[in-house]
Structures are given as structure tokens and as C-alpha cells.
């Protein structure tokens, strides 16, 4: 018998002892008891309850194939007991990690063709960050070095990762934000366009781009980076002219564009990658999660021939990179999970098909007096909950609006996330239509349930 598989009923008790838990008040989460999520099969998730509750969320973002693919284990075992682990430093590699660059190149579109291997999203963001300061020093720029970024915006918890998202919460611990980086504001129109159009809003938010470009000087600002929606911050979906006006800014002053597709890439929105969706070519997307669907970790930085190549031919090396750097066993994971999503046809079923009926039923919660909008591109949907439809009030406890539903839900099997007062919504690729009800269903119920002890908040 090994530890795993010992009787285990005072898991959270040792838990609450030993186990520091990611962003959590670890206090409450003790006295509260952990939830331990023992197994998992198709989009649901069982607890050491024996509870079963339909995770839409994916894990965190990331479990695009669906949970219990035998496939991937097995892959795993064999790359296992092949080669277990080898680097990627002095002058080798391994047959997965090759292969899974050349597999990623090939989705990422013209000019997308190098790939930077990390173990996460947070790497990814500390890689591009410092490659795209070497690249301008290269080119005899060594000035530009400043990296601006997006209120609200996520890019992950290493110090260069929290320092460029723009969550005040995060930068408050730490003494964030780092010197080099600076914010703009969000696209965020629901709460903050005013009495602009959504078209009008995007262009000013965008165009804050080069008035902070501006602030800077040019000559100093290496890159801007932006998540193609934003996950974290609420699912944020751009107005259309947004995303076309930043691209066109960023070619103007030449600064480098950073798409960060941690979230967005691998299928969610219906396309390889968020840039595909709408349509603008970036520099450098850094990539996690649906890489691997969450199976092992592994991320990476998509890296342009254009940079690549002054990378190759002028900088010599480049002093980055982890022990774990194209882990032969989570790129053959990863290689494996990108054959099922190709395989599976599920990006292009995100696009046509599951992706269409999740917006019809998410678009049609709409109707319920405590929604103000219901967005959604692919499977990546963000619900807002307002007092009021015709003045888009906000409720004043924002965040206990949000919980609020959200625990419902999951008191009724649901897994939902909320940030603030909004609802987010991120389910496996593979998900069925039924499967699509009963998150509306459920979540449709939360909402009444907030109606109906709405003088709380
Ligand atoms: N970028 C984005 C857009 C993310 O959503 C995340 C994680 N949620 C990260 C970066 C960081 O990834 P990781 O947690 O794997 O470090």
C-alpha cells in the first residue's frame, strides 16, 4: 500500500496542519474544512463525500479534454519508463519536447513558428518579459525595457507575473508593482464606459495605449501585453474595436505585442489561440493549461520568427530557463492532449456547434431582473449581476453578490466561479448539451436565490 491509497479520514485534518493553500485565507479555509476532491470523470468532479458536481470552470481554466482520459495516462506510463527526465540545456533535447514545439508552430499561424518551454503561465510571463527586453538591447535599444499592461489584467503570481496584472489586492502584498511597469484601464464597458457606446469605448480605452506610450516615451517601452478576454478579471469581452486598435498602436510605435493565452488558447474561444479570433498577429503568446489540459504541468512562450530570429542571430544566450524546461513526460502529455483535440475536432466543435449552444442558454439568462449582460465567446462566458438593468447599478457588496451565487450553485452540484459580481463560466471542450442546461439551470436557480434575499446586499 502506498501513502496515497491509505484510509485517509482525517485528510483535513492534516490538511488544515500542513497544507498552505493557494490564494486563500488560510484561517477561514481551516475552520471551514477543506472540500477534497477525490476522482473525476467527463466534466465531473467527486468529493471524499461522495458528492458529484459538474465542474464548469475546468478545473482552473484548463481541463479542456475533459477529466479520466485514459489516453494521456497511458502516454505517460510509456514516456515514463522511456525517459523519465532530461534537460534541455547543454546541446539536447528529447523527442517530445521537439515535437511538441513543432506541433504548437503549426497552430499558431504565420510567423509563430519558435517556442519557449516553462512550467506554467507564470513562467511563461517572466520568460517574454525578459526576452523582450534582451531583444531590444540587441537591437541596440537597450532603453526599452518598460512593459506596459491592463488594470484588472492576470498574468500570473511570480513577482514580474502579479506585477504586471493589475489586481491592487496583489500588488498590496509584496510591494508590487516592480519598477518597469506601468497600467492602463480595461475594456471593461459594463462598468466603466459611462454613456459611450461600447464601439467608442474600446477605441478610448485602446487609445490610453498611446497616451501611456506617450507618458513613457516610445524609446523606453519594450511591449504591451493583454489577455485576448480577460479570465481572471471577470471575463471581460472587448468591444470590437478594441482589439484592431491596440494591434495598430503597437505597430505604429513599434512596441512588441504580447498576447497572453493562457486562458484563451487550445480551443476555448473556437480557435487555436485568442489572436486567431480576433485577428491580430502578436510577438509573444505565452501559453499553460489547455497545453496540457491541466493533466501535468507545462506552459511556454510562442515566440515570433521576428524576434526568434534576432534571438538566434544576435543575442548569444540567453541566460533563462528551468530544470523543467520540455519535460519529456509533460510534453508527451501535452502532445497527446493536442491529438485528442485534434482528433476530437474540438476547437472547430466549439465553434460551430457546443459553442453556439452555450450561447444561446447563457444569452438567455439575460432575461432574469438581476442580469445585466451575458457574454460569451466559445466556452468562456462572464455573467454580470447588477441592482439595477436600465442604469447598470452595481449592488453594493459586490463580492458577496457574486459568492452568493456561486455557493448556491455549488450546494446544488454545480461548480461556478465568481469575481466579484460577475459569474464566470469555463467548462471542458467536450462538454455535452445536456450537460450546457444544467449549468444554466442551476445557475438561472442562484440567481433567484439572490432575488429573493437581495435586501441583503
Ligand atoms: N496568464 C493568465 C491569463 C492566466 O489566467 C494565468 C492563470 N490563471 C496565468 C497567466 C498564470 O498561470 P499559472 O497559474 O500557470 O502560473
Not at 511591449?223 to 480577460?230: C, G, K, L, T
Not at 479570433?277 to 512562450?301: M, N, Q, T
Amino acid at each position: 500500500m502506498n501513502e496515497i491509497s491509505k484510509p485517509l479520514s482525517n485528510l483535513a485534518a492534516i490538511d488544515a496542519a500542513h497544507h498552505l493553500h493557494p490564494f486563500s485565507d488560510m484561517g477561514k479555509l481551516n475552520a471551514a474544512g477543506t472540500r477534497i476532491i477525490e476522482r473525476a470523470e467527463g466534466v465531473f468532479i467527486y468529493d471524499s463525500t461522495g458528492r458529484k458536481y459538474l465542474d464548469a470552470f475546468a478545473g482552473l481554466w484548463c481541463v479542456n479534454i475533459g477529466y479520466g482520459r485514459r489516453e494521456i495516462a497511458d502516454v505517460v506510463r510509456r514516456q515514463m519508463n522511456e525517459l523519465p527526465y532530461y534537460n534541455a540545456f547543454f546541446g539536447t533535447t528529447t523527442p517530445p519536447a521537439t515535437l511538441l514545439a513543432q506541433k504548437i508552430a503549426s497552430h499558431a499561424g504565420p510567423g509563430m513558428n519558435h517556442v519557449f518551454f516553462t512550467n506554467s503561465g507564470s513562467e511563461a510571463t517572466d520568460t517574454w518579459f525578459r526576452m523582450a527586453r534582451v531583444y531590444w538591447k540587441a537591437l541596440g535599444h537597450p532603453a526599452k525595457t518598460k512593459v506596459i499592461a491592463r488594470r484588472n489584467g492576470y498574468h500570473g503570481s511570480t513577482v514580474a507575473g502579479a506585477s504586471l496584472g493589475g489586481m491592487k489586492w496583489m500588488h498590496e502584498q509584496g510591494s508590487l508593482p516592480i519598477d518597469g511597469v506601468a497600467h492602463i484601464g480595461q475594456p471593461y464597458w459594463y462598468a466603466e464606459g459611462g454613456d459611450l457606446s461600447p464601439a467608442e469605448f474600446g477605441l478610448k480605452v485602446a487609445r490610453e495605449l498611446n497616451e501611456k506610450i506617450d507618458e513613457l516615451g516610445e524609446e523606453n517601452v519594450a511591449a504591451f501585453v493583454a489577455e485576448p478576454i480577460q479570465g481572471a478579471g471577470g471575463v471581460i469581452v472587448p468591444p470590437e474595436t478594441y482589439w484592431p486598435e491596440i494591434a495598430r498602436i503597437c505597430k505604429a510605435r513599434d512596441i512588441l505585442l504580447v498576447s497572453d493565452e493562457v486562458i484563451c488558447g487550445f480551443g476555448r474561444l473556437g480557435s487555436w489561440f485568442g489572436y486567431q479570433y480576433f485577428g491580430v498577429e502578436p510577438d509573444f503568446a505565452p501559453i499553460a493549461k489547455g497545453l496540457s489540459s491541466g493533466y501535468l504541468p507545462i506552459g511556454g512562450v510562442v515566440v515570433s520568427d521576428r524576434v526568434a530570429e534576432v534571438m538566434l542571430s544576435e543575442v548569444g544566450d540567453f541566460n533563462h530557463g528551468f530544470t523543467y524546461s520540455g519535460h519529456p513526460v509533460c510534453a508527451a502529455a501535452a502532445l497527446e492532449n493536442l491529438r485528442i483535440i485534434e482528433a476530437e475536432g474540438l476547437v472547430e466543435r466549439v465553434r460551430d456547434d457546443i459553442g453556439p449552444y452555450f450561447s444561446q442558454g447563457w444569452k438567455s439568462l439575460e432575461d432574469h431582473e438581476l442580469v445585466g449582460e451575458a457574454v460569451n465567446v466559445g466556452l468562456m462566458g462572464g455573467l454580470q449581476i447588477t441592482a439595477d438593468k436600465a442604469t447598470r447599478r452595481r449592488f453594493g457588496k459586490p463580492d458577496d453578490v457574486g459568492i452568493t451565487v456561486r455557493n448556491h450553485c455549488l450546494a446544488n452540484g454545480l461548480v461556478m466561479r465568481a469575481t466579484g459580481d460577475r459569474m464566470l463560466a469555463s467548462p471542458a471542450l467536450t462538454i455535452s448539451r445536456s450537460e450546457v442546461d444544467e449549468i444554466i439551470e442551476t445557475v438561472r436557480k442562484g440567481l433567484d436565490h439572490l432575488r429573493d434575499t437581495r435586501e441583503h446586499f
